[in-house]
């Protein structure tokens, strides 16, 4: 069956970094978008990049571009999201997820597989 695990997460400090893992069994990965989440308590589910099959493309939140960096490695059927410069209110519950519409897609709603996620705590 289609399994995503994450892995990576942690308590940092401000300015500090983190590289978060997404292990993925069950499906061809590499025909695949790929996308991560992030849910603050209290908050709604929130797109934060995602990645074409290929790894060519990629797309991202606005509030994380030029800190963060989402990657591909097919042949270890692994996404990353490399986390720099991180902030306080980058604390969350990431998720990795696999999109089955075509396209770099930031609505949840299109993302049908998800991982357990894993906590990214930065103090302040």
């Known amino acids: 069956q289609v399994q995503l695990v994450e892995s990576g997460g942690g308590l940092v400090q401000t300015g500090g970094s983190l590289r978060l893992s997404c292990a993925a069994s069950g499906f061809a990965f590499a025909n695949y978008e790929m996308g991560w989440f992030r849910q603050a308590p209290g908050k709604e589910r929130e797109f934060v990049a995602a990645i074409s099959r290929s790894g060519g493309s990629t797309d991202y939140l606005d509030s994380v571009k030029g800190r963060f960096t989402i990657s591909r490695d097919n042949a270890k059927n692994t996404v990353y999201l490399q986390m720099n410069s991180l902030k306080p209110e980058d604390t969350a519950v990431y998720y990795c997820?696999?999109?089955?519409?075509?396209?770099?897609?930031?609505?949840?709603?299109?993302?049908?597989?998800w991982g357990q996620g894993t906590q990214v705590t930065v103090s302040s």
């Open positions: 997820a696999r999109s089955v519409y075509l396209g770099l897609l930031r609505d949840h709603r299109r993302y049908l597989s």
